[in-house]
């Protein structure tokens, strides 16, 4: 009787050991579920945490890298090839004013249209030096400086031939100086896009230069002819008149002559009266000598007895 309910009492036992260990494992599970659930993700939270930070922080290099290549791109730029934007751009700029104004004021029509293509390429030229510029961080003036701008009032004061001449002069001088700089600036700039405008510009800079030569002997041509006719009109004009003035002084000279002549007449009228008279003269004196001579002749004797005549009365 004891034997059984020893054995139902063990069956008891070992069926509760059982439970209990089964509770147990349950719970471990369910631990380790969480554990392994919180780790994974505080583990992918982390990471992602993380990896988002790395990208966020590679994004924030690449900015500051893109900052500093545009600030290396300004700053590498050199002092001289700063200098010949500045200068490219205030010329460029004078070049297209000036132009406007000789395709409105000048006489010469190949002056015309020689200020005209100033306009238009040195308009590009400097729609070019912008860009640039732009990319270098360099500001390029916007207005004239002083001598530019001390150039156009010249100008645009004269009228005609006068400022045909005048800007002619200016652009030859003006266009040696340009071909010197970009000529200089393409062999010795340092930066690339710089040197590669001044080599592509310069060759418009020196045919601008050669027509301005051209036109600038035109209009000087035609100006000295002009002042020689001036000059011959003006010389005919006085010749003229110093003619007319001889010939009156001809004529007076001739009015003299013909009373010159006139009283040549009339002195030897009175010098015939003259000899007439001492005629008379000396015909009287001959009859006196008449009485006191020898006679000699019949006349003398036809004297004598005359004389005779006039003692006896």
Do not use: W
Not at 40 to 58: F, I, L, Q, Y
Not at 115 to 132: E, F, P, R, W
Not at 149 to 176: P, Q, T
Not at 183 to 192: I, T, V
Request: proline content about 1%; cysteine-free; hydrophobic content about 25%.
């Amino acid at each position: 009787m004891q034997a059984p309910l020893r054995k139902t009492a063990l069956s008891v036992a070992l069926l509760s050991v059982g439970l209990a260990m089964s509770a147990m494992a349950q719970n471990t599970g369910s631990q380790g579920t969480t554990a392994g659930g919180t780790s994974g993700s505080s583990a992918g939270a982390t990471s992602g945490s993380t990896s988002g930070s790395s990208t966020n922080g590679a994004t924030s290099r690449g900015a500051t890298s893109r900052s500093a290549g545009a600030s290396s791109s300004s700053d590498s730029l050199s002092h001289g090839d700063r200098k010949f934007i500045e200068e490219a751009a205030r010329g460029g700029m004078a070049e297209v004013q000036l132009g406007q104004l000789a395709a409105q004021k000048a006489q010469s029509s190949e002056v015309k249209q020689f200020g005209q293509k100033m306009v238009d390429d040195h308009g590009k030229a400097n729609d070019q030096l912008k860009s640039i510029a732009s990319s270098k961080n360099v500001t390029l003036p916007t207005d004239l400086d002083h001598a530019h701008k001390r150039d156009y009032d010249r100008l645009s004061k004269l009228s005609g031939a006068e400022f045909d001449r005048e800007y002619m002069k200016h652009m030859v001088s003006d266009h040696k100086k340009d071909v010197s700089d970009f000529r200089k600036e393409a062999k010795s700039a340092k930066d690339s896009e710089v040197k590669s405008f001044a080599s592509s510009t310069l060759p418009t800079l020196e045919q601008h230069l050669q027509m301005a030569q051209q036109a600038d002997a035109t209009v000087r041509s035609a100006s000295r002819g002009s002042n020689t006719a001036r000059t011959s009109a003006g010389a005919s004009s006085n010749m003229g008149s110093g003619t007319s003035g001889s010939t009156s002084g001809t004529s007076g000279t001739s009015s003299g002559a013909s009373g010159s002549t006139s009283g040549t007449s009339g002195m030897s009228s009175g010098t015939s009266g003259s000899t007439s008279g001492t005629s008379g003269s000396t015909s009287g004196t001959s009859g006196t000598s008449g009485t006191s001579s020898t006679p000699r002749s019949g006349s003398a004797t036809a004297g004598t007895s005359s004389g005779s005549g006039t003692a006896g009365k």
